[in-house]
């Protein structure tokens, strides 16, 4: 069965920094295709990136290019999200997110295992 657990989620003032890890049990991540994704209070649910088991490819959403980086462990079977420069518009649970498969994933690809999140909260 497979489970997604993040963690590394908290409070910080603007300009800081968090790191987010998603550690996978039930399958092997460097064949699938990965993603966090983040949802606001009222809002509905975006892709933040999305990762292809083809050469990891990364596709970032243009709100967070440049200011986060996602990253693979594939001897710990853990993906990160490295988050700098945080706004308080960054502010949202984040979940980590996996296909049954592999391929080229860009942002709108549908995945099908779901972590239970990670609250990140950006104050000003």
């Known amino acids: 069965q497979v489970q997604l657990v993040e963690s590394g989620g908290g409070s910080v003032q603007a300009g800081g920094s968090l790191r987010l890890s998603c550690v996978a049990s039930?399958?092997?991540?460097?064949?699938?295709?990965m993603g966090w994704f983040r949802q606001a209070p009222g809002k509905e649910r975006e892709g933040v990136v999305s990762?292809?088991?083809?050469?990891?490819?990364?596709y970032y959403a243009d709100s967070v290019k440049g200011r986060f980086t996602i990253a693979r462990d594939n001897a710990k079977n853990t993906i990160y999200l490295d988050m700098t420069s945080l706004k308080p518009e960054d502010t949202a649970m984040y979940y980590c997110?996996?296909?049954?498969?592999?391929?080229?994933?860009?942002?709108?690809?549908?995945?099908?295992?779901w972590g239970q999140g990670t609250q990140v909260t950006v104050s000003s």
């Open positions: 997110a996996l296909r049954s498969y592999g391929g080229v994933c860009p942002l709108g690809t549908t995945f099908n295992y």
């Open positions: 990762a292809s088991s083809i050469a990891f490819s990364t």
């Open positions: 039930g399958t092997t991540i460097s064949t699938k295709c």
